[in-house]
């Protein structure tokens, strides 16, 4: 049965009592197939109806190793079988297979015998007649009774026996063929057709063969936790429900009637618990419509970033568009990051042009890194450096008011903005904005920087790092 059909419904104590019973209800009607088949097999001397009798003492076996199975398959989980005892019913289908190929061995080696090395007289009886038409009308009877509670319940095991029911339809009227080919040889005495028996017996084999190869591929996937293909894509792409963004892992297994799930999912690191709640609901009612009553566990985790990858991006990205970056700094705040950088462009570009340069490049680097807070540019010329000092404890207050009085004491109407101080142990590191004319070429724009730096290592000489993000004023863009 298909790993995404239905499983279990009802309670589990319901589910255990029917399908108790209607194990059980097989194994009374093997017993009773098996043995009016023998008796008939033995009197007429018929291989097709004694190779009947076999396969239904067969499936008598096949049947009370079901109702053992489906009986332990469903005690609960415990300290030593965590995931249940549903794997029970799996080597009980494996179990049945193998014993089903072994008896088709037997009949067609029977069969040759008796089409090319040795004559055996089949007694032909209005019971044999009788005996396989009742076989087929309880075989029929059975097939459905099982496959029904197998597809309620998602048993392999109930499934295994139903195809063995099944195939004894087919294989009945096989061998209900045979003894009418062997009735129309003696009475229009012709010969060839008293070997339909055997012939009809190599069709039942035939049936059983290939009915089992396929119980028996199946039954081997579930024991090796394997699932239909294309079936763990289907999964992945029900997943990627809003939030998400990766999934990292999904592993699925059934264990006999039983499946379950393993999920883990990757979220943007600014998602509350709450919200990481919800979207983990949402991929567990998705895989629920794929597997209705499996066992499904989602793991939320953030979409971290490390350092060095932020690094190689900013400079992937820059590369990109025939810039550089350097002098990358990363502050980690509250979950989210926020980046400060060296851009260098043309020198011959002014200050708009570089500026639309780098609001590119940004909005590139928001879409590749997640939970970036701040993007502080400092715009320079290809090729020209900065320096980093090192830095001893100044007063916080009289940086920031020396920065905002840059436009009186450098006579430059810069607009200073958005000034950010971060303490990194002893050390203060400073970034701001500065508005500019957007006519001002870049040339000119990191001459004033670098006053403006000057200007402020002059006021707090030991200030360790200085990022001056410059702009075009409002009235300019």
């Not at 009947?52 to 030593?80: F, N, Q, W, Y």
Request: aromatic share 6%; glycine share 6%; net charge negative.
């Amino acid at each position: 049965m298909a790993l995404e059909q239905a499983t279990s419904q009802g309670k589990p104590s319901e589910a255990n009592a029917e399908k108790g019973s209607v194990a059980l209800g097989s194994v009374f009607a093997a017993v009773f197939l098996t043995t009016i088949k023998l008796i008939v097999g033995i009197s007429t001397g018929s291989l097709g109806v004694f190779s009947e009798a076999a396969h239904s003492g067969l499936d008598l076996v096949a049947a009370a190793v079901t109702l053992i199975a489906v009986r332990l398959s469903d005690k609960p989980a415990d300290d030593e079988h965590t995931y249940g005892h549903g794997k029970i019913e799996n080597l009980s289908a494996l179990l049945e297979t193998m014993l089903l190929l072994a008896t088709c061995v037997w009949i067609i080696y029977e069969a040759i015998q008796r089409l090319f090395f040795k004559e055996v007289e089949v007694e032909l009886s209005i019971w044999a007649f009788i005996i396989v038409i009742v076989a087929i009308a309880v075989d029929w009877t059975r097939s459905r009774a099982l496959m029904r509670v197998a597809k309620k319940y998602d048993s392999q095991a109930l499934e295994a026996d139903a195809l063995h029911f099944s195939t004894d339809i087919w294989s009945s009227a096989v061998v209900l063929v045979g003894l009418v080919c062997v009735l129309i040889s003696k009475l229009l005495h012709i010969e060839w057709l008293a070997k339909a028996d055997a012939i009809a017996a190599l069709g039942v084999s035939g049936i059983v063969i290939y009915v089992s190869m396929s119980l028996g591929k199946r039954t081997i996937t579930a024991l090796l936790d394997g699932v239909p293909a294309g079936f763990h894509e289907k999964v992945i792409a029900a997943v990627r429900v809003p939030g998400v963004t990766e999934v990292k892992r999904v592993r699925v297994r059934r264990s006999g009637p039983e499946a379950f799930a393993d999920i883990t999912l990757a979220v943007t690191g600014d998602v509350s618990l709450v919200r990481a709640h919800d979207i983990a609901d949402a991929a567990e009612r998705a895989v629920k419509k794929l597997l209705p009553s499996a066992d499904v566990v989602v793991h939320i985790e953030p979409d971290t970033i490390s350092y060095d990858d932020i690094v190689t991006t900013v400079r992937v990205l820059a590369g990109q568009r025939g810039l550089a970056a350097h002098g990358v700094r990363i502050y980690e705040i509250a979950g989210q990051h926020e980046l400060e950088l060296h851009l260098e462009v043309p020198p011959e570009l002014n200050l708009g042009e570089a500026h639309t340069l780098a609001s590119g490049f940004e909005r590139a680097l928001r879409a590749k890194v997640h939970n970036l807070r701040s993007i502080v540019t400092h715009i320079e010329p290809t090729g020209d450096g900065a320096a980093i000092r090192s830095a001893v404890r100044v007063n916080e207050k009289y940086v920031i008011d020396t920065v905002q009085a840059l436009p009186i004491s450098l006579g430059v109407d810069c607009q200073p903005h958005n000034i950010s101080i971060h303490r990194v142990g002893s050390e203060l590191e400073l970034s701001f904005h500065c508005a500019l004319d957007s006519s001002t070429s870049v040339t000119d724009v990191h001459a004033f920087t670098e006053r403006a730096e000057q200007h402020i290592r002059n006021a707090a000489p030991d200030v360790a790092r200085i990022v001056i993000h410059t702009e075009p004023t409002t009235n300019d863009v």
